[in-house]
Nanobody, 127 residues
Framework: QVQLVESGGGLVQAGGSLRLSCAASGRTFSNYAMGWFRQAPGKEREFVATISSRGGNTYYADSVKGRFTISRDNAKNTVYLQMNSLSPEDTAVYYC????????????????????WGQGTQVTVSS
């Protein structure tokens, strides 16, 4: 398994930006894909973004495309989510996840493809 620790959440006004970080430990970081998911109050957890093991491929949910950017630094065992032009609809607990069975150029979007999850970090966007 992999241990994941998110950071960077907080309160921001609409139109603002935040950068989430997720530090991984336990396995060779560059061997597996990483993803971000979020869960708003009263809603199911939803996919946000994913990045392939070496960072060459990314994929985004339509709701965040053009506003959010996922990236990774394999030397630091860390994945990031840069969030710009935030709106109150982005308010949620954000989770990073590791897809240990998926390497290469794959960018899994389903939560069932992910094996390890962080504890989550709260992002609140005020109007």
């Amino acid at each position: 398994q992999v241990q994941l620790v998110e950071s960077g959440g907080g309160l921001v006004q609409a139109g603002g930006s935040l950068r989430l970080s997720c530090a991984a430990s336990g396995r060779t970081f560059s061997n597996y894909a990483m993803g971000w998911f979020r869960q708003a109050p009263g809603k199911e957890r939803e996919f946000v973004a994913t990045i392939s093991s070496r960072g060459g491929n990314t994929y985004y949910a339509d709701s965040v495309k053009g506003r959010f950017t996922i990236s990774r630094d394999n030397a630091k065992n860390t994945v990031y989510l840069q969030m710009n032009s935030l709106s109150p609809e982005d308010t949620a607990v954000y989770y990073c996840a590791a897809s240990l069975r998926v390497g290469g150029r794959s960018t899994p979007t389903g939560s069932v493809a992910y094996d390890s999850w962080g504890q989550g970090t709260q992002v609140t966007v005020s109007s």
